[in-house]
């Protein structure tokens, strides 16, 4: 059974501050690994999405891979109010897998 | 703007009272996903279309069924909707990324509420 933990929040933070949410899988295979975010009553927004190891920018946001730990994150700098939200982690498979798993997200709220 | 829409956003149905919720996306992706996610829960996935071929996960109740008649559009129906039918039903579709795998674009949701 491939699981994908995330701890579930909620994440605290001072506005400016830099938030950082994990994300660890149980599939060593796993290929993709994408991060939502979900505002209340909305659906998920794709807003990351890494492949390799190492790290990937995107403006304030960074995700970072370490498949030897089975790990993700995802940084966010100068936290904003609006960045207030719960963060999915989701992991596919190898060989090109359409089937993501998913988390069960961590709520992040920024505050002023 | 290519995009996945869904209708309606919100709907209520009274216990028992069949329920159609429908998908369409101007991305012209191949696979189509329908959701299901409950407060604090992650999306769990209902079904699945890969172009025509239909798949459905083991532990979707026979309850719900879902067509899909061309690429553009897929239905969800929810036969005889009980009160744990409540939920967010999510309509996805995803871009072949190659080796990589797939990058899914979920519509806007729909909200049922069953009275």
């Known amino acids: 059974q491939k699981e994908v933990e995330q701890n579930s929040g909620p994440l605290s933070v001072p506005e400016g501050a830099i938030a950082s949410l994990n994300c660890t899988y149980s599939?060593?295979?796993?290929?993709?690994f994408f991060w939502y975010r979900q505002y209340s009553g909305k659906s998920p927004e794709l807003i990351m999405f890494?492949?390799?190891?190492g790290d990937k920018e995107d403006g304030r946001f960074t995700a970072q891979l370490n498949k030897a730990s089975q790990y993700v994150s995802l940084l966010i700098r100068d936290s904003q109010p609006s960045d207030s939200a719960t963060y999915l982690c989701?992991?596919?498979?190898?060989?090109?897998?359409?089937?993501?798993?998913f988390g069960r997200g961590t709520s992040l709220i920024v505050h002023p | 703007d290519a995009m996945v829409i869904q209708n309606p956003r919100y709907q209520v149905t009274q216990f028992g009272k069949p329920v159609t919720l429908s998908c369409s996306q101007t991305?012209?992706?191949?696979?189509m996903y329908w959701y299901q996610q409950k407060s604090s829960q992650a999306p769990k996935l209902l079904f699945h279309?890969?172009?025509?071929?239909?798949?459905n996960e083991a532990d979707t109740p026979d309850n719900f069924q879902s067509r899909r008649p061309n690429t553009s559009f897929c239905f969800l129906d929810i036969r005889s909707p009980g009160l744990g039918d409540a939920a967010m039903y999510l309509c996805?579709?995803?871009?072949?990324?190659?080796?990589?795998?797939?990058?899914?674009?979920f519509g806007p949701g729909t909200r049922l509420t069953v009275t």
């Open positions: 989701a992991v596919t498979g190898p060989g090109g897998s359409y089937i993501p798993t």
């Open positions: 996805a579709t995803s871009r072949d990324l190659g080796d990589l795998g797939y990058e899914q674009y």
């Open positions: 279309y890969y172009d025509k071929d239909f798949n």
């Open positions: 890494i492949y390799s190891n």
């Open positions: 991305l012209n992706h191949n696979v």
């Open positions: 599939d060593r295979g796993s290929q993709s």
